[in-house]
């Protein structure tokens, strides 16, 4: 039966691998759940209890799974000196810890049969759940959490082909600018200001990144 595999990315087109590029999980998935989420912009007129719905944005794609690490002997490979907590390292040093060279944690590309998913680690949580007489970990039950990722090129396409005078509730990702969405969207950086305004900002230079921002429709100039 066929593993499955995780590939490390430092960028996010996902071309430059990191050091180690990949990993293979020793038993597969007990449970794999897949999340998909629209917004939606209510619309509401005076006096009415119930209005329309607008549609606003896709969320990300949340993709989540549950897996056993198991040093007991069962699984084939394991060594006498293997132990769950160096598994969950392991592990943990791939999908979790800061990279220098990416400075920030990878981008991870997860196959498993006809799932193809690119995306981002959001949550990790292990639960041991068998000790030795030494009260060292044999077995842990792994729980990760991504959530998926698109990059700039893959936004321009999209953006590309939304009608004009759509809105579009955006999460602001590393590297992303106010002034280059407004480019992608509107195609036209100068309507910072607008669009700054519209979502009660400060300024548009540095917007932290997770911040949510409504991008309505607007005339380009």
Do not use: W
């Amino acid at each position: 039966m066929e593993q499955m595999r995780m590939f490390a990315f430092k960028d996010e087109l996902f071309t430059q691998k990191h050091n180690p590029e990949k990993m293979t999980l020793g038993i597969n998935p007990e449970s794999l759940k897949s999340n998909k989420r629209i917004v939606y912009r209510k619309d509401k007129q005076l006096g009415t209890t119930n209005g329309s719905n607008t549609f606003e944005s896709y969320e990300p794609e949340k993709l989540s799974f549950s897996y056993t690490v198991d040093t007991t002997g069962v699984v084939e490979g394991t060594k006498d000196t293997d132990y769950a907590y160096n598994k969950v390292k392991e592990l943990e040093n791939f999908l979790y810890t800061y990279n220098e060279e990416g400075h920030r944690p990878s981008y991870i590309m997860i196959a498993f049969g006809e799932i193809f998913f690119k995306g981002q680690l959001t949550s990790m949580q292990a639960d041991y759940t068998l000790f030795n007489n030494e009260g060292l970990p044999l077995r842990a039950k792994v729980n990760l959490t991504f959530s998926g990722f698109r990059g700039s090129e893959e936004d321009k396409k999209k953006y590309s082909k939304l009608p004009p005078d759509m809105s579009r509730l955006i999460v602001i990702k590393e590297n992303d600018t106010l002034a280059n969405l407004c480019h992608l969207i509107y195609g036209n950086s100068r309507l910072v200001a607008q669009v700054a305004k519209f979502n009660n900002l400060n300024g548009f230079r540095e917007v932290p990144v997770g911040t949510e921002l409504l991008f309505p429709p607007l005339k380009k100039s």
